[in-house]
C-alpha cells in the first residue's frame, strides 16, 4: 500500500529541515511504501534551498505563484490521488514526526471501517520541532460541535496520559 506524505511551504525555512529529517526517518509496517512530496507557495527565503538537500527522497513542485494553503493542499492531495495514493498525510512544515507516527496513524484506520481520517497528538515545540518540557498539547485530534464549530482536543492541556487510546 502507499502512503503519500505531503509537506506545503511558504517561507519555511527555520522549520523544514527538521520536518523533512523526521519525514525521511519514518519506519513504516513491511506492506508499505512512503512518498514524500512536497510543493513550495513561492518562498522568498531558503526554503527550498533547504528542501533540495532532501532531493534524493522528497520529490519538489515549486509554484510558480502562491495558492495559498487550502488550494495548495487541495493539489497535492489530489495529485496523491491520482498516483495511487491509498493514504494522504498532509504535514504542515513546522511539524515533526516521531518515527513511528505513520505507522501509529495506519493503526487507526485498520481499527474501525469508518475511520476516514486520523491525527497524531501534537505538541508544543521549539525551533528545532523538539516538544518543549513539560509536554503541552497544541492538538489530540479536532471535534465539531453540534454548531458546526472546530476545536482542538486537548489544546494548551499538559500531557498527563488522559489521551493515550484512540478516539472515533
Same mark, same amino acid.
Given at each position: 500500500?502507499?502512503?503519500?506524505?505531503?509537506?506545503?511551504?511558504?517561507?519555511?525555512?527555520?522549520?523544514?529541515?527538521?520536518?523533512?529529517?523526521?519525514?525521511?526517518?519514518?519506519?513504516?509496517?513491511?506492506?508499505?511504501?512512503?512518498?514524500?512530496?512536497?510543493?513550495?507557495?513561492?518562498?522568498?527565503?531558503?526554503?527550498?534551498?533547504?528542501?533540495?538537500?532532501?532531493?534524493?527522497?522528497?520529490?519538489?513542485?515549486?509554484?510558480?505563484?502562491?495558492?495559498?494553503?487550502?488550494?495548495?493542499?487541495?493539489?497535492?492531495?489530489?495529485?496523491?490521488?491520482?498516483?495511487?495514493?491509498?493514504?494522504?498525510?498532509?504535514?504542515?512544515?513546522?511539524?515533526?514526526?516521531?518515527?513511528?507516527? %505513520?505507522?501509529?496513524?495506519?493503526?487507526?484506520?485498520?481499527?474501525?471501517?469508518?475511520?476516514?481520517?486520523?491525527?497524531?497528538?501534537?505538541?508544543?515545540?521549539?525551533?528545532?520541532?523538539?516538544? %518543549?518540557?513539560?509536554?503541552?498539547?497544541?492538538?489530540?485530534?479536532?471535534?465539531?460541535?453540534?454548531?458546526?464549530?472546530?476545536?482542538?482536543?486537548?489544546?494548551?492541556?499538559?500531557?498527563?496520559?488522559?489521551?493515550?487510546?484512540?478516539?472515533?
Amino acid at each position: 500500500k502507499k502512503v503519500v506524505a505531503h509537506v506545503l511551504t511558504f517561507n519555511s525555512e527555520k522549520t523544514i529541515r527538521h520536518c523533512l529529517e523526521a519525514l525521511t526517518q519514518q519506519e513504516l509496517p513491511k506492506d508499505f511504501e512512503l512518498k514524500i512530496t512536497l510543493s513550495d507557495n513561492c518562498s522568498s527565503d531558503k526554503t527550498l534551498e533547504v528542501a533540495r538537500e532532501f532531493s534524493a527522497k522528497v520529490q519538489i513542485t515549486e509554484h510558480k505563484t502562491n495558492h495559498g494553503f487550502s488550494k495548495g493542499y487541495n493539489l497535492a492531495i489530489q495529485d496523491a490521488l491520482s498516483s495511487g495514493a491509498d493514504y494522504v498525510l498532509a504535514l504542515n512544515p513546522d511539524v515533526a514526526l516521531a518515527k513511528d507516527a %505513520i505507522t501509529e496513524m495506519l493503526k487507526g484506520f485498520s481499527q474501525d471501517s469508518r475511520v476516514g481520517m486520523c491525527c497524531p497528538k501534537l505538541y508544543r515545540a521549539n525551533s528545532s520541532l523538539t516538544a %518543549i518540557e513539560p509536554k503541552c498539547f497544541d492538538s489530540t485530534g479536532m471535534y465539531i460541535t453540534p454548531e458546526l464549530r472546530h476545536f482542538d482536543r486537548g489544546s494548551q492541556e499538559l500531557d498527563k496520559g488522559q489521551y493515550e487510546k484512540a478516539q472515533f
